[in-house]
């Protein structure tokens, strides 16, 4: 027997995915007017060209193919310049060196560059990753260095920065956390981010976190990517990381990277580009307020 619903009754299970109205006002439409902003940018120190922006994240989050798809969503097409590794159940990170990449809109480099650091992983000791990833955050570590999972940079290794100018630093922290498994999250990998997050925050370094495979993580959202503010269990995995990690709902982002695409998508290249905005402008605003630190 089929199930009937009133005229502008939906179905209970619809009812609990999709609220009546969106809790985070976004206009899908600005996809030109970003690019066009993030092209115009300038930093606001003289003496720093570009942000630096370290992208961190549990193994398999998406770190890597964020900082492509953010590529993509400039270049107009699909790109793989950070390497992402394709396998199914794969345990430790693909990413094993420090890499700086720029990112490029038409023949224009950009003033920010995205930092891909090695994923964290529950198993390997706190201190060494840790440590690493604050390292990198300060510009104590120079692009190349391959990180070692039994213990952290030493300040006598020909990769050790001792005295990092500011076109070395960091300014923001990005977190990259999938949206489907976060409930799911080790709390040993927790524990990694709250060290950091406690560590880097006595210097002023936000952190904000990108949550992917948010598609995956609600039918509602697979279907079609603009109800993602009208999702109710996407943002409850919002509140959940934001509780979790101790990072402010404006500092959280959902997105979806490009994974099986082979052409790019405005509706994923929009909400891209105004996390890279947001992000941006609150690693800028450090950038600022550098000299009082």
Same mark, same amino acid.
């Given at each position: 027997?089929?199930?009937?619903?009133?005229?502008?009754?939906?179905?209970?299970?619809?009812?609990?995915?999709?609220?009546?109205?969106?809790?985070?006002?976004?206009?899908?439409?600005?996809?030109?007017?970003?690019?066009?902003?993030?092209?115009?940018?300038?930093?606001?120190?003289?003496?720093?060209?570009?942000?630096?922006?370290?992208?961190?994240?549990?193994?398999?989050?998406?770190?890597?193919?964020?900082?492509?798809?953010?590529?993509?969503?400039?270049?107009?097409?699909?790109?793989?310049?950070?390497?992402?590794?394709?396998?199914?159940?794969?345990?430790?990170?693909?990413?094993?060196?420090?890499?700086?990449?720029?990112?490029?809109?038409?023949?224009?480099?950009?003033?920010?560059?995205?930092?891909?650091?090695?994923?964290?992983?529950?198993?390997?000791?706190?201190?060494?990753?840790?440590?690493?990833?604050?390292?990198?955050?300060?510009? #104590?570590?120079?692009?190349?260095?391959?990180?070692?999972?039994?213990?952290?940079?030493?300040?006598?290794?020909?990769?050790?920065?001792?005295?990092?100018?500011?076109?070395?630093?960091?300014?923001?922290?990005?977190?990259?956390?999938?949206?489907?498994?976060?409930?799911?999250?080790?709390?040993?990998?927790?524990?990694?981010?709250?060290?950091?997050?406690?560590?880097?925050?006595?210097?002023?370094?936000?952190? !904000?976190?990108?949550?992917?495979?948010?598609?995956?993580?609600?039918?509602?959202?697979?279907?079609?990517?603009?109800?993602?503010?009208?999702?109710?269990?996407?943002?409850?995995?919002?509140?959940?990381?934001?509780?979790?990690?101790?990072?402010?709902?404006?500092?959280?982002?959902?997105?979806?990277?490009? #994974?099986?695409?082979?052409?790019?998508?405005?509706?994923?290249? !929009?909400?891209?580009?105004?996390?890279?905005?947001?992000?941006?402008?609150?690693?800028?605003?450090?950038?600022?307020?550098?000299?009082?630190?």
């Amino acid at each position: 027997m089929g199930l009937f619903f009133a005229k502008d009754e939906k179905p209970m299970q619809q009812q609990q995915k999709e609220l009546d109205t969106p809790w985070r006002n976004f206009s899908w439409g600005q996809k030109e007017a970003l690019q066009q902003k993030l092209k115009n940018f300038s930093t606001s120190h003289e003496d720093v060209k570009d942000i630096k922006i370290l992208v961190a994240g549990q193994i398999g989050a998406g770190k890597s193919s964020f900082i492509n798809s953010v590529d993509s969503a400039f270049q107009g097409r699909i790109t793989s310049r950070a390497l992402v590794n394709a396998a199914d159940g794969y345990s430790h990170s693909f990413t094993r060196m420090l890499k700086g990449l720029s990112i490029r809109c038409g023949k224009k480099t950009l003033p920010f560059i995205f930092k891909d650091i090695m994923g964290l992983e529950p198993e390997i000791l706190a201190g060494s990753q840790t440590e690493d990833i604050i390292n990198a955050l300060y510009g #104590h570590v120079k692009d190349g260095y391959k990180f070692n999972q039994e213990q952290a940079l030493g300040h006598n290794d020909q990769h050790y920065i001792s005295d990092p100018n500011l076109s070395d630093q960091c300014f923001c922290l990005v977190y990259v956390i999938a949206a489907d498994t976060v409930q799911f999250t080790d709390d040993r990998l927790i524990d990694k981010l709250r060290i950091i997050r406690q560590r880097i925050s006595e210097n002023g370094i936000p952190q !904000v976190i990108v949550m992917t495979k948010v598609d995956e993580a609600c039918p509602l959202v697979k279907n079609d990517l603009r109800k993602i503010y009208k999702s109710k269990k996407i943002k409850e995995k919002m509140e959940f990381c934001s509780a979790k990690v101790g990072v402010p709902m404006s500092h959280i982002f959902p997105v979806k990277n490009y #994974h099986e695409e082979i052409d790019t998508n405005d509706d994923i290249d !929009v909400m891209i580009l105004k996390a890279i905005e947001q992000i941006v402008h609150i690693a800028n605003d450090r950038l600022e307020d550098s000299e009082s630190f």
